[in-house]
């Protein structure tokens, strides 16, 4: 789960990091307001779950009040990445001296968080490391024991030469690290982390991705989901305990498992027709599982035909089948479908759909290929 | 013989209890592994089935039973503590299907169990299973055949695709390892490649990838340098979208690593034979004069 920059800053500033002053608004008139007491120099910053805000035009720096106001007025409600701004940070127009980098991620193969740092700040991190990567120093934290003080004094020494700032930037990286722990991230990124001429070390923006298997266990964490700003599909399915991930193709797919669901949509691609969507309905047998995922299906009216890809295992195929059997007498089908079982309870499964009038294949590939040419049909 | 999991196995089932618990501790029974033991705290002294003792803690399981292996089926909030209590009782095999175990208590798990030199297995993973002698997990017995084929994979359902694939060609598997769709698990594909390489009964190896993560082209390297015996692979997420998390944990593209391509190509030059969909297995395996 990604935080917005607005939350993250929250967490860094609790964890005790120098973050400029600022505030979130909705509405071009909280933003001019805002502006006012921030002393009018601002930049209002489109607060979006993407990349690349600035160059969509999300980041604007504003002169006064009015010209905050104007900015806010256009940013809010547009599209950037197929998202909708429906709120903007302001903050005050920061004079900076040097900008760095700062983050910590969870290291696949170190198997270890590991601390980042870059004198070369303000720019895309995957960048430097692919352009420049002797500007960047990474040190994996041994998690039992934390970032100790001697390495986060390493890390401000490759930022910066003037012993305060190293010192300033070393007690950052640590709270960084706690903050990190704290919320159960999976990242946690300050760029720019920035000096100001006056040599203060401040954290101009912040990024933070939250490991979706704590959520479980913080709920403080968990409450600052932004569902209005995710797909409602998704959040839809996200409740039902289904994953789903909407593509753009016409082939909709229901699949046990996140592999085979990956592999199907690969498949579809493999005989000339394109996925509409990832959907894993998960290890359970719980036909409403199957019953909400058609609903999200059906609700994407791009999608021209139905795949059923289900291998029973822990998954029974009986309950597959009067899932599906439920789902189409509900709320009826407009499109074909295409049902693949094998596996725990198949011939069960098969005769449930027979007698409802469907019929059930054993075979992946030609289950596949016929979605694919009744999608291609419709179209 | 197999790797990992055989007739010498002794099998204590954490959270034998509980819903998934009980049920795949019946299914283990019936295929004939050596359950010895079920943990759950507060239930010791039942018996499971009417024949395996439940305990209140892995230690007195191993000290009464000489469990040497371990299954984790509890909720994922108590997964962690869970392997650590395997690892304490001295089993130096624990096998975690648990799903939702946060990445941060992994962080902590690995360097415990590297200290106590015991082999962790997940989490977030269906399993082993070497067909004919032993099942630890809930890769589905009736589909598996005894034979000479190595299955290693991140996948759950996948797996079960393509071992159904082998079996029903009479190709039949000496053991399978899903080794678990998190970005840390505690036996990554390198270990079980070295298993199968040195396994007198494996003759050839399935790797089942997918995108997110850099496992696969380091398991390439390792193969080009250190396995003699054919490989193919097969890599899910070719039409994954970067940035979306594909039902797996692990299964990320971030940025421009860890996609299908990159791991294919270093499939591709590892010479590793590369199937483009799960049923090439097959064909590809039989290119490489493999029979059975």
Redesign the interface.
């Known amino acids: 789960m990604n935080l917005h920059e607005y939350q993250a800053r929250a967490v860094l500033k609790a964890a005790g990091i120098p973050v400029p002053d600022g505030d979130v608004a909705a509405t071009p008139a909280e933003v001019e307001a805002i502006a006012r007491r921030l002393g009018g120099r601002v930049v209002v910053k489109a607060q979006v779950h993407a990349g690349g805000r600035g160059k969509a035009g999300g980041v604007k720096l504003a002169a006064d009040p009015a010209e905050a106001r104007k900015h806010a007025e256009k940013i809010l409600g547009m599209t950037i990445k197929g998202l909708t701004v429906q709120k903007v940070l302001v903050v005050p127009a920061a004079d900076i001296a040097s900008e760095s980098y700062a983050g910590v991620i ?1 290291d ?2 170190s ?3 590991v601390m980042m740092v870059s004198p070369a700040g303000g720019v895309d991190i ?1 960048e430097v490391a692919a352009q420049t990567p002797d500007k960047i120093m990474k040190l994996p934290v ?3 024991y934390g970032l100790l003080p001697h390495q986060a004094m390493r890390l401000g020494f490759f930022l910066y030469r003037d012993l305060a700032q190293v010192r300033a930037a070393a007690t950052v990286l640590q709270q960084l690290y706690a903050a990190f ?1 704290t919320v ?1 991230a ?1 990242l946690v990124e300050i760029n720019p982390l920035i000096t100001t001429p006056a040599g203060q070390v401040v954290a101009l923006d912040a990024k933070i991705s939250v ?4 959520l ?2 913080r709920p403080h964490v968990a409450a600052l989901r932004d569902v209005s700003a995710e797909d409602p599909a998704e959040v839809k399915a996200r409740d039902a305990g289904l ?1 789903f ?1 909407k ?1 753009e193709g016409s082939v909709g797919c229901c ?9 199907t ?6 005989y000339g027709g394109e ?1 509409a969507n ?1 959907l ?1 309905i998960g ?1 359970s047998s719980n036909p409403d599982k199957v019953v909400t995922a058609l609903e999200i299906i059906t609700s994407d009216r791009h999608v021209k035909a139905i795949l059923f890809n289900i ?5 029974r195929c009986d309950d597959v089948a009067n899932g599906i059997v439920t789902a189409t007498g509900r709320t009826g089908l407009k499109v074909p479908i295409v049902i693949r079982l ?3 309870n198949e011939d069960l499964a098969v005769s449930i759909l027979q007698r409802a009038g469907f019929s059930a294949l054993t075979d ?2 030609e289950a596949v290929k016929r979605a694919v040419e009744l999608a291609g049909r419709a179209a | 013989m197999s790797v990992f999991i055989d007739r010498a196995t002794r099998l204590v089932v954490q959270g034998i209890t509980g819903r998934d618990g009980s ?1 795949h501790a019946k299914q283990m029974l019936e295929y004939g592994t050596n359950v010895v033991a079920g943990v759950t705290p507060g239930k010791g002294g039942q018996k499971f089935e009417g024949k395996v003792p439940v305990f209140d803690t892995v230690a007195e399981a191993a000290a009464e039973t000489g469990a040497n292996a371990s299954v984790i089926y509890v909720p ?2 108590f997964a962690a503590d869970a392997i650590y209590e395997a690892a304490d009782a001295g089993i130096k095999l624990v096998v975690c299907i648990s799903e ?5 208590d ?3 798990v ?2 415990y169990l590297r200290e106590r030199n015991a082999r962790l297995i997940g989490p977030n993973c ?1 399993g082993a299973i070497s067909p004919g002698r032993c099942k630890v997990g ?3 017995g009736p ?1 598996c055949r005894e034979g000479k084929v190595g299955v290693v ?9 393509i071992i ?1 694939q082998l079996t029903r060609a009479g190709m039949g598997q000496s053991t399978c390892i899903g080794i678990g ?1 998190d ?2 698990i505690g036996t990554n594909f390198i270990d079980c490649l070295a298993a199968f390489e040195a396994d007198p009964d494996t003759e050839a190896i399935v790797m ?1 990838g ?2 997110g ?3 696969e082209q ?1 398991a390439a390297e390792y193969a080009a340098a250190h396995v003699g015996k054919p490989i193919v692979g ?1 890599i ?6 970067p940035g ?8 990320i593209i971030s ?2 690593s860890g996609t ?1 391509a990159e791991k294919i190509a270093a499939f591709e030059r590892a010479g590793i034979g590369v199937m ?4 090439d297995v097959v064909p590809l395996l039989k290119e490489r004069r493999v029979t059975a």
């Open positions: 969870l696949r193969a198997q270890r968080p995957e041994d998690p039992r722990v159960g999976s490991d979706d298997n704590e479980e266990r994953s991930i593509l699949v046990n498992g996140a592999g085979l669901a990956m592999a949509m690969d498949l579809v691609k493999y996925p990832f894993d290890g291998f029973g295992g822990i998954t094998t596996g725990t992946m590939d | 049920f994922a909030r939702g175990v946060p990445v941060l992994m962080t902590r690995m360097p269906p809930i890769i589905p589909i994979s991140r996948s759950g359902t996948l797996t079960y695709e159904h769709g970005p840390i089942i997918e995108i993560g850099t496992d380091q097969f899910a997420g070719q039409t994954a979208p979306r998390r594909m039902g797996h944990a692990g299964a940025g421009a299908a483009k969909r799960p049923a």
